[in-house]
C-alpha cells in the first residue's frame, strides 16, 4: 500500500499478497496517480532512488517481505532546453491531461537539428505554460505520435505523465482510431490484376484495400522509407476510394492499424497510387490536362501531399471516455478537391 509521502518522495508498504521481486512490487503497489510506469520504476532503482531502511536497493530482482517500507525518491520536473515559442495553435481540445491539435501545414512536431524552433513542440511549451506537470521528470509535452511536416490535421499531446503512460499504451495496442483523407493518382481498383499480384496487397469486404508489409529506412536515401520483407517493422494501411476522379485520381479514406513513418504515403505509392503533390514517393506522375484543364495545372503544381488527419479517436487515458475528433479539410485540398470536382 501507498503511505502519505513527503515532498519529492513516496513510500510503498509492502504488503501480504505483493510480489516477491521488488521491481514487480513496486509495479503492483505504486498508485495509479503517481503515473510510474514499470520501465520508469527500473531506472529509479538502477539509479539509486528507491531505499529501504535509509539504504539504496539497486537489484531490481531483490527478494521484499510483508511489512517492508520502500521510499522512492521522485525527481521534480525540470525545464528543457527547448524554448517556447508564442506561436499560434488551433486548439481543438484540452484538459488537465492532454491537449488535440489541428497541425497546419509546414509545422514539424519535435525539434531536431535542422529545425530547433518553430516546432509544435516549441508552441506548446508557451501555450500550455505552467500547465504541463512533467513527463519522464521533465516539463515538457508528451508527444506519442507525429504527423509529417507537410501533412494537416489532427494530434493529441500527452500534458501529464499518466496521460503519457496511458495514450502511449493505446497507440502500441493500436486502438486508436486514426483516418486520414488523401489525393492519390489513379483509382485502385479490386479487380486489378496487377495490384492483386503484388505482394502484401489483398481487398477486404467493401473494395477496401489492404496494405500489410514491413517498412523500414531506404538504403540509399537515409531521409526516406522504404518497403521490406525480412526486416524493419510490420505496418498495416487500409484504404477505401470515396470519390474518383475519370479514372486519373481518387479522394481516399486511409485508416492505420499501425503507425509507421511516412506510412501512408509509402504503402500507396508501393501500390502504385502516389499521393498527389508528394515529391518524396509521388513520382513524376501528372494529370492531363485534357481531362481536367485548370484543375490539373493545381494538382500538378500542388506544393506538399495531399494528405489530412481528418478523424483522431481514443479512450480519455485518464476518465476513460470516449473521444473523436474530426477536422474539416485545410483550404489547399479542399480548393483542389473542389477544382477536381469541376467546382
Known sequence: ??????????????????????????????????????????????????????????????????????ALRLAPAVEVETLAEDIPLTVVWEDN???????????????????????????????????????????????????????????????????????????????????YLALVHGVPDAYDPRLRGLRGISFEAGGILKVATNLARHKTDRQRQAVVWQDGRHAVTRARVDESFQGAAALMDCWLETGRTHQIRVHMSYAGHGLIGDQTYGGKRRLPEKLFGAAAALANGFPRQALHAATLGFDHPVTGEELEFTSPLPADMAGLLSALRGG
Open 1 to 70: 500500500m501507498a503511505m502519505p509521502s513527503e515532498s519529492g518522495w513516496l513510500h510503498l508498504t509492502i504488503g501480504e499478497e505483493a510480489p516477491a521481486r521488488l521491481d514487480k512490487a513496486l509495479a503492483a503497489l505504486v498508485p495509479e496517480e503517481a503515473a510510474l510506469s514499470r520501465s520508469r520504476l527500473m531506472k529509479m532503482i538502477d539509479e539509486g532512488d528507491v531505499f529501504l531502511n535509509g539504504v539504496a536497493v539497486v537489484n531490481p530482482k531483490a527478494r521484499v517481505a510483508e511489512g517492508e517500507i520502500y
Open 97 to 179: 491531461d492532454l491537449i488535440v491539435i489541428d497541425k497546419p501545414a509546414g509545422m514539424v512536431v519535435h525539434p531536431a537539428p535542422g529545425t530547433p524552433s518553430g516546432t509544435l513542440v516549441n508552441a506548446l511549451l508557451a501555450h500550455c505554460g505552467d500547465t504541463l506537470s512533467g513527463i519522464g521528470g521533465e516539463r515538457r509535452p508528451g508527444i506519442v505520435h507525429r504527423i509529417d511536416k507537410d501533412t494537416t490535421g489532427l494530434l493529441v499531446v500527452a500534458k501529464s505523465d499518466r496521460a503519457h503512460h496511458g495514450l502511449a499504451a493505446q497507440f502500441e495496442a493500436h486502438s486508436v482510431n486514426r483516418h
